[in-house]
């Protein structure tokens, strides 16, 4: 009787959320490497030649080198590296409530150009619209979140179904013929390489779903005791806010060219005596190390990756007085309890990436696995829908 139910239930859910999670699965895959394609697509941008004796540029200087082009740009941030052969990167703020992080110039630390802009970042932006919400918004969003529950049913159903084969030929059960035929070869390969891939795909979905529902997310920070991220709010309403805006761009015609050109100078050196201070601090290789400015104050956060990057979660922080010269906070990623290191992770552990090049790869291919089982479930829909007809 169960058995029926689950069969019933595995093959009514598979072709009703088939073609969703055949998306979902496979723009996952090509988004587990975007960082990868990106580089190597824009390997100008990213990679500089190292010209003999010449050092490189200080923060301020390839800020200024950046002005000529764009005079009214506010920097939000700088990213350097120690690799020698590594550009910079200049964060400017955007008026496009799209581009919420801002506008990244690439620069060469050395002769301070700028650098060709990156290609297939909105190629990527797109995949993963489709990817998270189908390019449907909220009710997209929804769609993949349930598509995702309903993965796990078929994956407990199926591995329920296959169960006595498992039992009886445990090491048989991962594997299949091509010399087989028929209905007997695709349920074979249907559900020898479903065992494969079934831990693959349930860490993709119990770390997908933490952006699907805020439900979720709270349950996994309520239950590894690690407090959510609160985001900064402005308790000003608008008309103030707005009294605000005119009276600041009043002072800013009011105040002489001169003395604004002399302020930012002033920050732009800041900038470069915080990096200065960070390497002194931390006196080691860095892989890449942003600095963002902060809205007053001399107090500098530095967010940095260790030389030999873990994981694009795997962020150290640092932060600075500039005036006191004083070391405030250092925090290590190696350092965090398990727990913090996990729930930090969820978009690593969802690309595979938290496991390294192999974990990267073995989820990719998991991915584009994916038309595979919903190709061959449904020829053995088809195929027992034949049966049926035949026998009546």
Known sequence: MYKKFWFKAHFILGLAFGFILLITATTG?????????????????????????????????????????????????????????????????????????????????????????????SFFKTVEDIHRRLMLGNVGKQLVGVSSIVLVILLFSGLYLYFPRLKRTFLASFTFSFKS???YFLHSIHSSIGLWVLPLYLVAVLTGLYWSYDWYRQGLHTLSGVALPVKPTMNVNKSAQNRMDTLALEQNKKEPQLNRKKSTITVDTQLSKAFKMFEIFLQKEYSSATIRVPNKG????????????????ARNQMQIDIHSWELLKHERYENKPLNEKLIGSMLPLHSGEYFGIIGQTLMFIASMLMPLFAITGLMLYLNRKQKKKKKA
């Open 181 to 183: 035929k028929g209905r």
């Open 298 to 313: 001399s107090v500098y956060t530095i967010s940095y990756f260790d030389e030999d990057i873990i994981h694009s979660r």
């Open 29 to 121: 895959g090509l988004l587990s490497f975007e960082k990868e394609i990106l580089k190597l697509i824009n390997s100008k941008s990213y990679v500089v030649a190292v010209p003999n004796d010449v050092k490189k540029a200080q923060a301020h200087e390839m800020i200024a080198a950046l002005k000529q082009h764009i005079p009214d740009a506010k920097i939000n941030a700088v990213t350097l590296s120690s690799n020698p052969t590594s550009s910079a990167v200049i964060t400017i703020a955007s008026s496009n409530p799209q581009q919420r992080k801002g506008i990244n110039y690439y620069i060469n630390p050395y002769s301070c150009e700028l650098l060709p802009h990156i290609q297939g970042e």
